[in-house]
C-alpha cells in the first residue's frame, strides 16, 4: 500500500488499521521503519516513507480473503484475494 499525499510535501506518517475478513488469516502488518515500535501483530502500524505491508495466510478452504486498510482522513482501501486449494496438498497445506 501507498500512501500520496496530493500536496506531494512530506505529512506525518498516519496510523493505519488492517482488518481481514473471510478465508483466511491477517499473519502480519507493518512498515520497514527501522526503529519503529510497532507491533506487526497488532493490526495496525504507521506508514513508513508513505509504505505499509501486509502478509496474508490462506485459509484451508476456497473462497475470497478481503483485506480493507483504514486511517483517519483516508479513503478505506480494500483488496480481495482468490483463496484456492492446491491439489496434492497434505492437511498443513505442504505439496
Known amino acids: 500500500m501507498w500512501i500520496l499525499p496530493a500536496s506531494w510535501y512530506p505529512v506525518p506518517p498516519p496510523e493505519l488499521t ?7 488469516t491477517l499473519a ?6 527501522p526503529i519503529t515500535t510497532d507491533n506487526y501483530a ?3 502500524c504507521h506508514a513508513y516513507r508513505g509504505q ?4 496474508v495466510r490462506a485459509g484451508y478452504e476456497p473462497g475470497a480473503a478481503t ?3 483504514t486511517a483517519v482522513g483516508l479513503p478505506p482501501a ?7 486449494t ?6 498443513d497445506g505442504v505439496v
Request: no cysteine.
Open 42 to 44: 497488532a493490526g495496525r
Open 86 to 91: 492446491t491439489a496434492g496438498a497434505g492437511a
Open 67 to 69: 483485506l480493507t486498510v
Open 28 to 33: 502480519g502488518f507493518g512498515s520497514a521503519n
Open 52 to 55: 505499509a505491508l501486509a502478509v
Open 18 to 24: 488492517a482488518a481481514l475478513t473471510g478465508w483466511g
Open 78 to 84: 480494500t483488496l480481495t484475494l482468490a483463496v484456492a
